[in-house]
């Protein structure tokens, strides 16, 4: 049987510090389907469902314990039942993939035993017999950060009227040389849920400032963890730079830095990594 990879999620399972019903609890989220795109009508495949789910549990303060009423749950394509083959209720769920759903794009529904559901729709696509699989992105390395990133500053060019009166100024086009306080920061879209070491996925990156939308550089990344492939991105498309990238780093929280040739920086929400199994 092939399975897909499994990281075991390390997204904390927040415990519902309640003890009523489970309507009272909020549904849970599906985070990710790994496979995302597997060959139709193939035997025995298997999907990896991660989710977020949080639980009521009970508190015996005299015995100083905490009861977490945790459960399993059930896995569905569409409407087509899968069987599940691991279900772990901290956020991790292994279940094969039904027969007989036809080629396309497919929605994956999960079920706790306490009746939540959570859906995930266009989460996994079945592609046509013969049809091949995409290959991974090629990670390429955003080249030299440039000082000026538009090319060489020229000093002493008098842009003036011609006739001894003061030069107009209409302010730097796109095409001039970027200058130090032309970008102030840099913004990640966030990187939500959990990400698995060695692993890739795409990150972008906004410039802010007076002529952010003039930015065509790179910029060089840093992990708080780790290391990061490709340390620079770039060039950036009028100051909005995405890259696809790989995290190598034990499991635990992780968080990216960015900066250019003139030393602005920005920085990434803090995300969960867990390891490549």
Same mark, same amino acid.
């Given at each position: 049987? &092939?399975?897909?990879?499994?990281?075991?999620?390390?997204? $904390?399972?927040?415990?519902?510090?309640?003890? @009523?019903?489970?309507?009272?609890?909020?549904?849970?989220t599906i985070v990710a389907v790994e496979p995302a795109t597997l060959p139709v009508n193939? &035997?025995?495949?298997?999907?990896?469902?991660?989710?977020?789910?949080?639980?009521?549990?009970?508190?015996?303060?005299?015995?100083? &314990?905490?009861? !977490?009423?945790?459960?399993?749950?059930?896995?569905?394509?569409? #409407?087509?039942?899968?069987?599940?083959?691991?279900?772990?209720?901290?956020? +991790?769920?292994? /279940?094969?993939?039904?027969? *007989?759903? *036809?080629?396309?794009?497919?929605?994956?529904?999960?079920?706790? #035993?306490? *009746?939540?559901? /959570?859906?995930?729709?266009? $989460?996994?696509?079945?592609?046509?017999?013969?049809?091949? $699989?995409?290959?991974?992105?090629?990670?390429?390395?955003?080249?030299?950060?440039? !000082?000026?990133?538009?090319?060489?500053?020229?000093? *002493?060019?008098?842009?003036?009227?011609?006739?001894?009166?003061?030069?107009?100024d209409a302010g730097p086009g796109e095409e001039d040389p970027m200058r130090e306080g #032309?970008?102030?920061?840099?913004?990640?879209?966030?990187?939500?849920?959990?990400?698995?070491?060695?692993?890739?996925?795409?990150?972008?990156? =906004? !410039?802010?400032?007076?002529?952010?939308? =003039?930015?065509?550089?790179?910029?060089?990344?840093?992990?708080?963890? @780790?290391? +990061?492939?490709?340390? &620079?991105?770039?060039?950036?498309?009028?100051?909005?730079?995405?890259?696809?990238?790989?995290? #190598?780093?034990? /499991?635990?929280?992780? =968080?990216?830095?960015?900066?250019?040739?003139?030393?602005?920086?920005?920085?990434?929400?803090?995300?969960?990594?867990?390891?490549?199994?």
């Open positions: 049987m &092939k399975r897909a990879g499994l990281g075991m999620v390390g997204m $904390a399972v927040l415990a519902w510090a309640c003890t @009523g019903a489970p309507e009272s609890l909020p549904q849970p193939t &035997k025995d495949d298997d999907i990896t469902i991660r989710f977020d789910a949080r639980y009521a549990m009970t508190v015996d303060y005299g015995a100083e &314990k905490v009861d !977490a009423r945790m459960g399993s749950g059930r896995i569905w394509v569409d #409407d087509e039942e899968a069987t599940v083959t691991r279900f772990d209720p901290t956020g +991790v769920a292994i /279940a094969t993939v039904p027969q *007989g759903l *036809g080629a396309g794009v497919h929605a994956v529904r999960l079920r706790l #035993d306490d *009746g939540r559901e /959570a859906v995930s729709k266009d $989460a996994l696509t079945l592609r046509p017999p013969g049809q091949e $699989a995409v290959d991974p992105p090629i990670l390429e390395d955003g080249g030299v950060l440039m !000082a000026t990133d538009a090319g060489p500053i020229i000093k *002493g060019f008098d842009g003036g009227v011609g006739d001894g009166g003061e030069p107009e #032309d970008v102030t920061a840099y913004v990640f879209d966030p990187i939500e849920g959990t990400r698995i070491s060695r692993t890739a996925f795409t990150i972008t990156v =906004h !410039a802010q400032g007076p002529r952010a939308g =003039h930015f065509q550089g790179s910029l060089e990344l840093i992990a708080s963890r @780790g290391t +990061v492939k490709p340390g &620079k991105i770039g060039p950036c498309d009028s100051g909005v730079c995405n890259a696809t990238i790989i995290l #190598d780093a034990p /499991a635990g929280n992780v =968080h990216l830095n960015s900066v250019d040739a003139f030393g602005v920086t920005g920085e990434s929400n803090t995300f969960r990594l867990e390891p490549y199994k």
